[in-house]
């Protein structure tokens, strides 16, 4: 679960520092809808982070929502691509 968890921890860094515990409560939620595995690709990061974005506008409105997830697809989607990469190397 290499690239699931790299991503997922990138999620709920920038989220934590919004929304402190919160945030763990905000991933699971999103992940009931949308499930991050390593073999996700990264429309499926686009996906989540798109619901994750739909789930924290209750809490923030959607200009803040937008912002937290603009962040999340600045620097957690190169970083896991840069993982699904490393992981198609060694396989």
Same mark, same amino acid.
């Given at each position: 679960? &290499?690239?699931?968890?790299?991503?997922?921890?990138?999620?709920?860094?920038?989220? =934590?520092?919004?929304?402190?515990?919160?945030?763990? /409560?905000?991933?699971?939620?999103?992940?009931?809808?949308?499930?991050?595995?390593?073999?996700?690709?990264?429309?499926?990061?686009? /996906?989540?982070?798109? &619901?994750?974005?739909?789930? &924290?506008?209750?809490?923030?409105?959607?200009?803040?929502?937008? =912002? &937290?997830?603009?962040?999340?697809?600045?620097?957690?989607?190169?970083?896991?691509? /840069?993982?699904?990469?490393?992981?198609?190397?060694?396989?």
């Amino acid at each position: 679960m &290499i690239v699931a968890d790299k991503f997922l921890k990138c999620c709920t860094a920038s989220l =934590e520092s919004n929304f402190g515990q919160l945030s763990n /409560e905000i991933i699971d939620k999103t992940k009931k809808k949308k499930n991050i595995t390593d073999s996700s690709n990264i429309n499926d990061l686009i /996906e989540f982070i798109d &619901i994750l974005e739909t789930n &924290i506008t209750l809490f923030s409105g959607k200009h803040k929502a937008s =912002e &937290i997830c603009s962040t999340i697809k600045a620097n957690g989607i190169p970083k896991t691509a /840069e993982v699904i990469e490393e992981v198609k190397a060694v396989i």
